[in-house]
């Protein structure tokens, strides 16, 4: 495919393989449709708190789960998973992307285990799915501030009000 991408055999085998390269390893997983600068920012910050950042990337059928199609809206995701995989492996701050088909990334945290698990701070611990994982093989959880409040959502609802439609 392209640099950056890993299935997650890849990844798990790169990581074992160079400890010094990934160690300590931040995760953070979404969407990420429609990158904005407030998703750079935040995979800019989540990069700071480990040497590498691996993005667990929500497959096209999962965001189709966690993000049914709003009234008015076209449905998601608006940009396939391969390009969404593409454009966040080429950012400086991100070391690996791995896609997935569930609708958390607790499979993913379970089998890398990474050290810092990243969210942003719209999040709340309680309602993580993948807290519990986390703190079960004794990772951290980090909440980032968002920077920049925006949403894939609301950037597609102004591009379709200023379109008259």
């Known amino acids: 495919m392209f640099p950056g991408l890993y299935t ?11 400890p010094q390269r990934w160690r300590p390893l931040v995760f953070t ?14 995979l800019q910050v989540a990069r700071s708190l480990g ?60 089998a890398l285990q990474p050290d810092i698990y990243a969210k942003g701070g719209d999040y709340q611990l309680e309602s993580l799915p993948e807290a519990a994982i986390v703190q079960a093989y004794g990772g951290h959880i980090e909440l980032v501030q968002i920077e920049v409040p925006s949403s894939t959502s609301a950037l597609v609802s102004r591009i379709l009000a200023a379109k008259g439609g």
């Open 51 to 110: 040497r590498s950042l691996v993005v667990g990337l929500n497959s096209d059928h999962s965001v189709q789960i966690i993000k049914p199609q709003a009234a008015g809206l076209p449905p998601r995701p608006i940009v396939p998973e391969h390009q969404r995989a593409e454009v966040l492996a080429a950012l400086r701050s991100v070391d690996g992307v791995v896609i997935f088909a569930e609708t958390t990334a607790s499979q993913l945290i379970a």
């Open 8 to 18: 997650l055999d890849e990844l798990k085998q790169a990581v074992a393989a160079d």
């Open 29 to 42: 997983n979404g969407c990420f449709d429609l990158l904005h600068a407030g998703h750079v920012r935040y």
